[in-house]
């Protein structure tokens, strides 16, 4: 696994404990933020455990005590750099949000997950949240919207008038909320995330490793690694974004962000 600046260390950090890969989002410095190298070393790691038979389960997580994934690295992406990874850009954002794999997933999320970092929680199959995290989707405060899955999974995984509320306001939710929704599975005390998701992973890891396997490939319709059910959610997804992406408010958003001021909204 490689960065763009070698001297940064790997982009993501993976560890074998039992039959368990935790992978470990590796650039606190920038709250784990979302650049290319993020999206290789993830990805990466991802398809290792797939092909692993010894690997039964994934825990994500990310590095430092404040941010388990602040989403896609802005800096990054005015430099015009590619957030996907370079040979396998159907895995999607950060090498996760469409990479299927039939290996249970858990997002042990280890402080705030916006934007980006709660479509990384959308994808895994489970959760587990500090105390102190947050979850929310505020591309609409920006001139954008929720690309990496956020706009149709959120509506799937939440009551749809709670769903809506999160994604139309940009505002967040307390990992307190997000367990009373049913957004995730657990809420643990600060520094104890990842050690609760092991144990987690543990008890899954116990049971046959084929049967669990073909149980997950069944609970989300999935045929040959990937899931059919989603593909209408994406083309929709894509082709908004795409046309927002032209727009003046989507490049006032952001200018308004570097700027800390308030934008000035047009609707075009």
Known sequence: MTTADPSAGPAALTERRANVLIITINRPEARNAVNAAVSTALGDALQQAQDDPE???????????????????????????????????????????????????????NGT???????????????VAEERAQFGLPEVKRGLLAAAGGVFRIVDQLPRKVGLELMLTGEPMTAADALRWGLINRVVADGTVLGEALELAEVITANAPL?????KRVAYGADGGVVPGDDPGWDRTNREIVALLRSEDAKEGPRAFAEKR???????
């Open 211 to 215: 049967a669990v396997q073909a149980s």
């Open 113 to 127: 997950a916006l934007g980006g970092g709660t479509e990384l929680a959308l994808a895994s199959d489970l959760v």
């Open 55 to 109: 690997v039964r389960a994934v825990v994500l997580t990310g590095a430092g005590d404040r941010s388990f994934c602040a989403g896609a690295d802005l800096k990054a992406i005015a430099r015009r750099e590619n957030l996907f990874h370079p040979e396998h850009p159907e895995w999607g954002f950060a090498g996760y949000v469409r990479h299927f794999i039939d290996k249970p997933t858990i997002a042990a999320v």
């Open 262 to 268: 308030q934008p000035v909204w047009r609707a075009r």
